[in-house]
């Protein structure tokens, strides 16, 4: 039985991240979406419990995904969930590049700990939360970046934060 995490910060959940965990939950047995709430981000769009909720949503169709969040070092929660694997999407050679300094860090803390990369599919190595942002920002179609589950409220509550400039 192999348990598997997926951590990022989520700020939103893009078609990009869906993709990762749909070929990560092909490839393991459980795997638990990790929404880091500590994540060294200045400024999300989106509170924890917001972008909680829309992993949530997101992953509800998936048999073997849980989302959870998480405050502390990653390679606690590793192993208070018995996981023994770290799963990390990379676009780019700069994505590696830094995939493979964490998964160096995250493996001197807990030498159990295997990180498996998975490259991004073709389709999607453009995508980024920073880019879905800039989308919500500037009023653009959100199906196309996220999870058709998340849309309407990822718009309404950009709408409501008075995010969305006209
Ligand atoms: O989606 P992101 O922001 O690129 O994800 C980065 C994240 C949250 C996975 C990374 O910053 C992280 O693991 N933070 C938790 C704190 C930790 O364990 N740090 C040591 C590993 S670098």
Redesign the pocket.
């Known amino acids: 039985m192999i348990t598997a995490i997926y951590?990022?910060?989520?700020d939103p959940i893009t078609l990009g991240h869906i993709d990762i965990i749909e070929r990560a939950a092909k490839c393991f047995d459980n795997l638990h979406v990790c929404v880091?709430i500590?994540?060294?981000?200045k400024n999300p769009m989106f509170t924890p419990e917001e972008r909680m909720e829309f992993v949530k949503k997101a992953v509800k169709k998936y048999r073997n995904v849980q989302a959870e969040a998480w405050s502390?070092?990653?390679?606690d929660y590793a192993q208070q969930k018995e996981a023994t694997v770290l799963v990390k999407g990379a676009r780019n050679v700069c994505d590696f590049d830094a995939e493979y300094q964490?998964s160096l860090?995250?493996k001197g803390i807990k030498p159990d700990l295997e990180t498996v990369i998975l490259p991004a599919s073709s389709a999607y190595i453009h995508f980024s939360?920073s880019m879905a942002r800039e989308m919500i920002r500037y009023h653009q179609p959100l199906e196309r970046y996220l999870p058709a589950e998340i849309v309407g409220d990822v718009a309404a509550i950009a709408r409501q934060k008075n995010i969305v400039r006209r």
Not at 38 to 41: F, I, L, M
Not at 72 to 75: A, C, D, Q, S
């Open positions: 951590p990022g910060s989520f880091m500590n994540a060294d981000k502390g070092l990653l390679t964490m860090i995250n939360s």
